[in-house]
């Protein structure tokens, strides 16, 4: 079965810009999450949804926003894009809240110029 | 979230069992212990989880103390593929996010 499928894998964008990142969830799975993992450190929790509604909020900057379609493929929106801002950035997707397993996507790279 | 300690880093031989600890003294009851682990260049990857009772899958074993204090993950026969960062995450019922400490980097000596 296909796992999550995060796009772009790569993104290079300049200060000041927009950003879109998206996440295709395995199959049936209604629960998508969001992580940031800056470089070198540990991957933090931003943002979750679970059937279309956001379910969690972790340490999301105002300038980031999601959201999750009827067909449960979940977009990041990234504006202002900082320098900081450059990092790995996962989606996991799980099928029911609570403890059951995260299943995570590859990953997009995103650098800020 | 309770918090855990983990060793930074950890070697081990290859063909050899890997025994990983993790400390969570302040856990509840309502905690769940999840291991996960992330090889170079990829996402983190589920490994093993547990409430009270010891865990066997295809990929490891979780040895729980019976106070539930710490934990243990067990990699019965190391191999290169299992070099990585292995993360022990406290997950309360009803809680959805994973929140990652800094984790054990092992290191598989060939």
């Known amino acids: 079965a296909a796992g999550v499928i995060q796009s772009p894998r790569h993104l290079i964008k300049e200060k000041r810009e927009t950003a879109t990142l998206k996440c295709y969830p395995i199959s049936r799975h209604d629960t998508v999450y969001w992580y940031q993992q800056g470089p070198g450190q540990d991957p933090q929790f931003l943002i979750s949804f679970y059937e279309k509604m956001q379910s969690d909020k972790g340490s999301i900057p105002d300038r980031f926003s999601a959201q999750q379609f009827s067909d449960y493929h979940s977009e990041l929106n990234m504006s202002s894009l900082e320098l900081g801002d450059s990092a790995l950035y996962f989606c996991a997707s799980s099928l029911v809240l609570a403890t059951d397993t995260q299943y995570f996507g590859p990953g997009t790279r995103l650098t800020v110029l | 979230d309770a918090k855990t300690t983990q060793p930074n880093s950890m070697e081990s031989n290859e063909e050899e069992p890997v025994h990983l600890p993790c400390n969570h003294s302040?856990?509840?009851?309502?905690?769940?212990i999840h291991w996960y682990r992330q090889l170079p260049s990829q996402g983190p990857e589920y490994v093993i989880h547990?409430?009270?009772s010891n865990v066997n899958n295809r990929m490891a074993s979780l040895a729980i103390a019976e106070d539930r204090k710490s934990s243990t993950l067990i990699l019965h026969r190391a191999t290169l593929r299992d070099a990585a960062v292995y993360y022990c995450i406290l997950r309360a019922f009803g809680n959805e996010k994973l929140t990652f400490g800094t984790g054990t980097r092992l290191t598989i000596i060939p």
């Open positions: 547990g409430l009270t």
């Open positions: 302040t856990i509840s009851g309502t905690d769940y």
